[in-house]
Structures are given as C-alpha cells and as structure tokens.
C-alpha cells in the first residue's frame, strides 16, 4: 500500500522558515519523482514544487523559488520542503504528492498518490 505521511507543520512566525518533510512507503521510491502542492483557505490547489526521481533535477514555482528548497533522501524514503522568509499568504495545507508525470502544475489528475496534508499557519 502506498503511503505519504507530511510531517512538519504548525505555527510559523512571518520572516521565519520552515521545514516538512513526507515519509513515503509502499513503492519503490527512488522511482518516482515527488511534488509539494499547496491549499490556502478558501482558494484551490497550487503546485509549489518537484523533484525527479534521481534527486537531480528539480523545479519551483516561479513567485516561490528564490525562499524554496526541495531535497530528497533516497535511503530514507523521504523528501523535504524548505520555505524561508514565510509571510501570511504561505498560510496552506501543504501535501507532498507522487509525481509520475513530473508534474509542475496542480492538476490533481498528474498526482496519483497523495499524503494527507499538514497545516502550516503563518501568524504572529
């Protein structure tokens, strides 16, 4: 059974930083690439950004990639988001997704597994 279990969410003060990871099991990870998509309240999903499978190549969304970090660790089945310098409008649930697509959108057809989300709230 695939599974993709996000962990890292929570309260973040704006101009901090924050760090999720998502732990993937039941697939052979170091298959697939992996994707982060994000929910803020009240507005649909936004791709935020993918790495392939081999951890080489990796993608942003543009407004977001000079305070994003994708990274994976292959021999942990794990891979992790780094967002700096957060502001109230990263407020989101933030999903970790498999990507067998290389997907760079938030077309949720591109995604065949997903995690269950965390909360990230950036707040004072």
């Known amino acids: 059974e695939v599974q993709l279990v996000e962990s890292g969410g929570g309260l973040v003060q704006p101009g901090g930083s924050l760090r999720l990871s998502c732990a993937a099991s039941?697939?052979?990870?170091?298959?697939?690439?992996m994707s982060w998509v994000r929910q803020a309240p009240g507005k649909g999903l936004e791709w935020v950004s993918t790495?392939?499978?081999?951890?080489?190549?990796?993608y942003y969304r543009p407004s977001l990639k000079s305070r994003t970090s994708i990274s994976r660790d292959t021999s942990k089945n794990q891979f992790a988001l780094q967002l700096s310098s957060v502001t109230p409008e990263d407020t989101a649930v933030y999903y970790c997704?498999?990507?067998?697509?290389?997907?760079?959108?938030?077309?949720?057809?591109?995604?065949?597994?997903w995690g269950q989300g965390t909360q990230v709230t950036v707040s004072s």
């Open positions: 997704a498999r990507s067998p697509l290389l997907s760079t959108t938030a077309t949720s057809e591109e995604y065949d597994y």
């Open positions: 790495i392939d499978s081999g951890g080489g190549s990796t």
């Open positions: 039941g697939f052979t990870f170091s298959s697939y690439a």
